[in-house]
Structures are given as C-alpha cells and as structure tokens.
C-alpha cells in the first residue's frame, strides 16, 4: 500500500506544469459549457498561476468565467485586476488592448478607453485597434450653458454674448468672465481688453482690473494677439500693447496678429507686416482673406484677393494657385477652398487632399474641420470622412477639444469625450 501512494505522489510530481494546466482547463471547460462558472474560476486560476504554454487561453478563459459573474461581488475588480496585468506585458497582444478599451468604453469609463487606444496603437500598429479608436473618439457632449452668440475659440477662451453683452467662456463653455461688457477683445498673454461705460481697460481671467486706457479712444479691435490689439484714436488705427502702450504707425485697417504677421490697410490697398512693421506682402493688393477674429496667416499662408478670385501666397510670394475663394490656414491642418460653387481643402502647397464637395466650409482646427451639407453643419476628419453629423445651424472651428455650434436654443459648446477626460 505504502509502495502504491509513494509511486501515485512520484507520477504526479511528474507531470509538467503544462499537463496541469491543461486538465485544469479540460476540467474547467465542462463545468463552463453547464453554467457553472464560480467552481471553475478557482481551477482556472491554478491553470493561469502556473505561467505554463497555455497561460493566455487560461487566463482568456478565467475572464469569460469572471464576466459571467459580473454583477456578484469580487469579480469585476478580478476582471479588470487581469486586463490591466495583461495590458503591461511586453508581448501584449492588439486583440487585448480591443478587450480593455472597448469594456471601459462600455462602463463609460472614456479616458481609461482612450489611454489605452494611445499605448496600443503605439505599441502594436494595429489598424483595427486605429479603426476603433477613430469610430470613438469624435463622441462629444453638449454644455449645458448657452449664449447668444459665441465667437471661435482662441488660447482655450471664446468671446460670448448674453442679453446684449459680452463676457469670456471656456473652451468647454462655462463661464470665466461675466457677460458685463459693451466690447470684450480675445484673450493673450493673461489679460483680455474689455470697454464699460465708456472706459477701456485690461481684466485677467478672474476679471480683475489690470490696466486702465487713459487716452480718448472711439473704438477697439476684438482681436488681441501677439500682445497687440487694434486701437481707433481719432480716426486712424494704431497697435497697443496690453499695458497700453501705444505704437507710432497708423492705418486704416488692420487684423488680428497670427504666428507673428497681420493683415494691414493704407493708402486703400492691402499687405501683410509682422510686429515690427516690415512687409511680408507689399501693401498692393485690393484685399486679404480674414477669419472671423480678423487672422489672415496660418503655416506661411495668406489668400489675397483679386477680382472675383483669390490667390495662395506662401513665404509671401504667388503660388499660382487660385480659388473662387478661401478661409484662412490655421497654424495646422488643411485650408478650405471653393470652386464652381463648392468647398474643398487644399494643403499649404495648394495640393487637393479633399474633393470639392461641401456647400460651405471653414478650415481645419487640429483634426477636424466643420463642412455644411444641404442645410446643416457638422465636421470631417483629415481623410474627409463626416466624424460629427451634420445637425448644427452653424459651426465654428475645433480648438482643444472643443467648438462653439448653434442649436434652436442659442450657441453651446461641445467637447469631444475624449479632451474631457484628459
């Protein structure tokens, strides 16, 4: 009898871990296919601690039993305790970082969702993984505060309007300065110029008083960049600074600054100057492409009207290329252009990257670009894909996530989940 137990003892002691594993699994498979999950989770375990050649069916196998148990007690903090183990192994494979993404995506547990769609494109090239992760990541929410009117979105702050006047919002939408002003101008360098009862100063992004504007002033441009804004003293314009330093030049119109270069106006024709006045388009021209905060130059590139068309100048001279018209480059992405009625987008060297199709555009903000279909706005990606349906009365461009559109009840911001949870 004694011989038979230590003979029994030496042949299991024997076996590989291998051969333990896999009974373990075969053992564990038949009580799984009856329903009985929590008398196999304990085998699976075993067959998992082993580390043996069937480590990733096992512990592939102890989460099928670990969600079947989902909703009792323990076993979803097991569940994710093996995803985010699997997740840090070197030899990771794409189909597990699918796995992890798509379950916190489904607990509506996005940035965990998006952290791992970015380390696993990273780490595995995967076009699936990048095939979901880009049917994802253009979800957004609606904030709930709405205005009457709110301008593009600039360094993270839109210019917005309520019951007739203007405050400062968030890229998200939520208020920072209150609506209190007769005039506000975009934010830079901490400080935005607003106009109240008659004066004009400085306030910071608590809306306390910074500077005080003490020369007579009939007018202020809302675009403030490069610590530069338009100011209107008797009757022609001049560049100040945000501590109000006035400069000697003067002109009859003059833009928005945008990575150091402004559209400007004198003598009745236009050109573009940097900060210190020095030309980088002659002052010839009959116009200049400006954006809606008054910005004309984005990535080396300016549209410059003439006739009835523009032309594409790049490092300030003519690429020949020309359109029916243009929105202004930003500092990255594809410029919209129109031709025989319809919009398109061109990169800076005026190559055709999507096709003239849409009923009114606006140039890219980041990755995203807002497009009008028939009636209504939404937005493309940099393939041209629609990522954002059209379903807005009108949209202004993506900056940091975010985007002011317009609905039946006012303007609101949406904010891409994704910015959000970042």
């Known amino acids: 009898m004694i011989l ?61 039993a670990y969600l079947a148990l989902i909703d009792t007690h323990g076993y979803r903090r097991k569940y994710i305790g093996l995803l985010e183990q699997q997740l840090t192994r070197k030899d990771a494979a794409a189909d597990i970082f699918i796995e992890a993404a798509s ?7 996005t940035g965990e969702a998006f952290e791992i769609f970015r380390t696993g494109i990273n780490r595995t090239g995967c076009g699936e993984l990048i095939e979901l992760y880009e049917s994802n990541r253009y979800i957004y929410e609606i904030n709930r505060v709405s205005y009457d ?62 500077a005080l504007l003490r020369v007579a002033a009939s007018d202020f441009g809302q675009g403030f960049a490069d610590d530069r804004f338009p100011l209107l003293i008797e009757g022609a314009w001049r560049r100040v600074t945000g501590e109000f330093v006035i400069g000697t030049s003067s002109f009859e119109e003059i833009g928005m600054y945008s990575e150091g270069y402004a559209a400007s106006k004198i003598g009745g024709r236009w050109g573009v100057i940097d900060k210190e006045t020095n030309l980088l388009i002659p002052l010839e021209h009959e116009g200049i492409v400006l954006d809606e905060l008054g910005r004309c130059y984005g990535q080396g590139a300016v549209f410059i009207r003439k006739d009835a068309s523009v032309d594409l100048y790049v490092d300030g001279g003519n690429t020949g290329k020309t359109y029916d018209d243009a929105k202004p480059f930003s500092n990255e992405g594809y410029a919209a252009v129109k031709r025989d009625g319809k919009w398109g987008f061109i990169d800076v060297n005026g190559i055709l990257r999507i096709d003239f199709i849409f009923d009114d555009a606006l140039s890219f903000g980041g990755h995203l670009a807002a497009v009008k279909v028939e009636d209504y706005w939404g937005y493309i990606s940099l393939d041209g894909q629609i990522v954002i349906e059209p379903v807005f009365l009108e949209a202004k461009s993506f900056s940091r996530g975010s985007a002011p559109v317009l609905n039946e009840r006012g303007w609101d911001f949406i904010t891409l989940i994704e910015y959000r949870e970042n």
């Not at 053992?27 to 799984?32: I, N, Q, S, T, V």
């Not at 968030?170 to 360098?189: K, M, R």
């Open 103 to 109: 379950y916190y995506l489904n607990a509506q547990r």
């Open 4 to 64: 038979l137990l230590v003979s029994w003892v030496i042949t299991i002691n024997a076996k590989s871990n291998t051969t333990i594993q896999v009974e373990l699994m075969t053992e564990a498979a038949k009580l799984m296919q009856d329903g009985i999950y929590v008398y196999a989770v304990p085998l699976l375990e075993e067959a998992a601690a082993l580390k043996a050649k069937y480590t990733w069916e096992a512990e592939a196998m102890l989460k099928k």
């Open 149 to 210: 009117y709110a301008k593009t979105i600039h360094e993270g702050k839109s210019q917005v309007k309520k019951d007739g006047y203007w405050g400062m919002a968030a890229a998200t939408g939520n208020l920072v300065i209150p609506c209190v002003y007769e005039q506000i101008s975009t934010f830079n360098h901490d400080r935005a110029i607003v106009k109240k009862d008659g004066e004009i100063f400085a306030v910071d992004k608590n809306n306390n008083r910074l």
